[in-house]
């Protein structure tokens, strides 16, 4: 008799849905993968299509980051396991980053 947890990867890959899966995990651990200080004045929202969205605090964050993305989506990809995050889109938030 199988687990759970060894059934579970396979039929959401045989579904196709493996890619959504590991998405939304790049969003929920997005503190983990890129560290405290980044993730003190960003937060992950969404995953389609590659993009991971980050929102992020503030214009000057928004300009720094832009020259760490590249490193920040490597690290989240290494974190995965995987190369699935293509790109990371920085917005704004309306109304600040919620907590």
Do not use: C, Y
């Not at 959504?20 to 389609?48: K, N, P, S």
């Amino acid at each position: 008799m199988e687990s759970l947890s060894s059934v579970i990867p396979r039929v959401f890959k045989q579904l196709g849905l493996e890619e959504g899966l590991l998405g939304w995990r790049a969003v929920h651990e997005w503190e983990q993968a890129v560290g405290l200080r980044i993730a003190r004045h960003t937060r992950a929202v969404a995953f389609r299509e590659g993009v991971l969205q980050v929102e992020v605090e503030g214009s000057a964050w928004m300009h720094e980051l832009g020259f760490l993305k590249t490193d920040l989506m490597r690290k989240v990809n290494r974190h995965l396991g995987s190369r699935l995050v293509k790109n990371v889109r920085f917005v704004m938030p309306r109304g600040g980053i919620l907590r």
